[in-house]
């Protein structure tokens, strides 16, 4: 077999490096001389209410364009004890979405997230009345210094009547050697937990401290709602209520709570563009508000309702959260939303519902069967990730291939017959 030297192996890593690139690409920051100093590859998408010109109040939802690139004038590398970093991405017709950047001793983080909308982008807000638009707001995202940042999990952000949701997320700042660090910082929410699973939870039996593990995936059950031309919304999920809670000691608190679908009720209602699913388990209720967008014909969830009673333990044991300002599950009218892939729905920093397994169609429903599937962007990223790797060892062994006959090619031409 013919060997393969030290430089044909750094042409094979070098070739494969650039496959890889070209399969993940990241937005790169870097100072005047080229040297980079910001990476981050990440997918964003956006929830904007906005109003009419004829006084509707319309929500447009979209994502980080495939054209969107770095703002070199607006982008810097920073100058120690002067100025931090920023990366600034463009896209669309005059939308800005800005990372300013802080460190401290030991971290780096992403101090602000600001956001600019063009309202005048026609493509995106349809009859609007124009104008531009800025958000901002601190995040917890932050690493250990020399360490990349990497969240799969979805972070989302609500300001005012903005939502920005981030997910698939290897960023660093600061670079050393400027490039991404072997090392890396995990997100809480990608963390698996070490210790063993603890039963599901199927009651609100009072506890003395928050359990130290989360419960099991809730079991998925099957919700409708009927009006005056039949079923109106459709609903297969699991579902998880989290609520963090002050404790009487002043310490804080957990409570983690299954719903259990033999033992959960259901009832509901809906006209042409509003649908209410409501479920009761036990001592708590969920209540889900769908809309329907007559511009897009698209339906979603704008809104949760939760009423709950917390262990005794708690300083206010009844608890009552409200969110109407959202914009998930989102689907064309005849088609299902589907997700495989857990789902969180904020309604307080304190209070969040998760769900597993979704598929829900609202409105527009024939023989009680869901229609098309639109997959959620989750599922289409977990999809995506396996293809890039599979086609990057493809790669790597096409090239060893390749390398190997040219080497044994040589080798031949090397002897003589006597």
Same mark, same amino acid.
């Given at each position: 077999?013919?060997?393969?030297?030290?430089?044909?192996?750094?042409?094979?890593?070098?070739?494969?490096?650039?496959?890889?690139?070209?399969?993940?690409?990241?937005?790169?920051?870097?100072?005047?001389?080229?040297?980079?100093? +910001?990476?981050?590859?990440?997918?964003?998408?956006?929830?904007?209410?906005?109003?009419?010109?004829?006084?509707?109040?319309?929500?447009?939802?979209?994502?980080?364009?495939?054209?969107?690139?770095?703002?070199?004038?607006?982008?810097?590398?920073?100058?120690?004890?002067?100025?931090?970093?920023?990366?600034?991405?463009?896209?669309?017709?005059?939308?800005?979405?800005?990372?300013?950047?802080?460190?401290?001793?030991?971290?780096?983080?992403?101090?602000?997230?600001?956001?600019?909308?063009?309202?005048?982008?026609?493509?995106?807000?349809?009859?609007?009345?124009?104008?531009?638009?800025?958000?901002?707001?601190?995040?917890? +995202?932050?690493?250990?210094?020399?360490?990349?940042?990497?969240?799969?999990?979805?972070?989302?952000?609500?300001?005012?009547?903005?939502?920005?949701?981030?997910?698939?997320?290897?960023?660093?700042?600061?670079?050393?050697?400027?490039?991404?660090?072997?090392?890396?910082?995990?997100?809480?929410?990608?963390?698996?937990?070490?210790?063993?699973?603890?039963?599901?939870?199927?009651?609100?039996?009072?506890?003395?401290?928050?359990?130290?593990?989360?419960?099991?995936?809730?079991?998925?059950?099957?919700?409708?709602?009927?009006?005056?031309?039949?079923?109106?919304?459709?609903?297969?999920?699991?579902?998880?209520?989290?609520?963090?809670?002050?404790?009487?000691?002043?310490?804080?608190?957990?409570?983690?709570?299954?719903?259990?679908?033999?033992?959960?009720?259901?009832?509901?209602?809906?006209?042409?563009?509003?649908?209410?699913?409501?479920?009761?388990?036990?001592?708590?209720?969920?209540?889900?508000?769908?809309?329907?967008?007559?511009?897009?014909?698209?339906?979603?969830?704008?809104?949760?309702?939760?009423?709950?009673?917390?262990?005794?333990?708690?300083?206010?044991?009844?608890?009552?959260?409200?969110?109407?300002?959202?914009?998930?599950?989102?689907?064309?009218?005849?088609?299902?939303?589907?997700?495989?892939?857990?789902?969180?729905?904020?309604?307080? /920093?304190?209070?969040?519902?998760?769900?597993?397994?979704?598929?829900?169609?609202?409105?527009? +429903? /024939?023989?009680?069967?869901?229609?098309?599937?639109?997959?959620?962007?989750?599922?289409?990223?977990?999809?995506?990730?396996?293809? +890039?790797?599979?086609?990057?060892?493809?790669?790597?062994?096409?090239?060893?291939?390749?390398?190997?006959?040219?080497?044994?090619?040589?080798?031949?031409?090397?002897?003589?017959?006597?």
């Amino acid at each position: 077999m013919a060997r393969i030297d030290g430089g044909r192996w750094l042409l094979l890593a070098a070739v494969l490096l650039v496959f890889l690139q070209m399969s993940w690409s990241a937005f790169e920051v870097t100072d005047q001389s080229g040297k980079v100093c +910001i990476i981050a590859n990440l997918s964003v998408s956006f929830s904007v209410e906005y109003s009419t010109k004829s006084g509707q109040q319309l929500a447009a939802d979209f994502t980080l364009a495939q054209n969107a690139e770095v703002l070199a004038n607006k982008s810097s590398c920073g100058k120690e004890n002067a100025s931090a970093p920023v990366l600034a991405i463009g896209f669309g017709a005059g939308h800005l979405l800005q990372m300013n950047f802080t460190k401290t001793s030991k971290l780096y983080s992403v101090d602000e997230l600001t956001f600019l909308y063009n309202l005048s982008d026609t493509t995106v807000f349809p009859n609007s009345t124009g104008g531009k638009n800025e958000v901002s707001q601190k995040t917890n +995202i932050q690493a250990d210094l020399d360490t990349r940042y990497r969240c799969f999990s979805t972070n989302r952000m609500n300001m005012s009547n903005v939502t920005i949701t981030l997910s698939n997320v290897t960023l660093q700042a600061y670079l050393v050697n400027h490039t991404l660090s072997g090392n890396e910082t995990v997100c809480a929410a990608d963390k698996i937990p070490t210790t063993p699973v603890a039963p599901t939870t199927t009651s609100q039996t009072p506890t003395s401290q928050a359990p130290t593990s989360p419960p099991q995936n809730p079991m998925t059950g099957k919700y409708n709602v009927t009006g005056t031309n039949g079923t109106c919304v459709l609903a297969h999920m699991g579902l998880q209520l989290n609520v963090t809670y002050l404790r009487k000691d002043g310490k804080t608190g957990l409570e983690v709570l299954n719903f259990v679908p033999v033992n959960t009720s259901f009832s509901g209602s809906c006209n042409h563009s509003s649908a209410f699913l409501s479920l009761t388990f036990g001592k708590t209720r969920l209540v889900f508000h769908f809309l329907l967008n007559t511009s897009t014909d698209k339906f979603f969830l704008h809104g949760v309702d939760v009423t709950t009673t917390l262990p005794s333990e708690a300083k206010e044991t009844k608890m009552e959260a409200v969110n109407s300002s959202m914009s998930e599950l989102r689907a064309k009218l005849g088609n299902s939303y589907k997700c495989n892939a857990e789902e969180k729905l904020w309604v307080t /920093d304190h209070v969040f519902v998760n769900v597993f397994d979704v598929q829900v169609q609202v409105f527009k +429903i /024939d023989e009680n069967k869901f229609g098309a599937v639109e997959e959620c962007q989750l599922d289409e990223n977990n999809m995506v990730i396996p293809i +890039i790797v599979g086609a990057a060892l493809a790669g790597l062994v096409l090239i060893v291939l390749i390398a190997y006959l040219i080497g044994r090619k040589r080798s031949h031409a090397g002897y003589q017959t006597i």
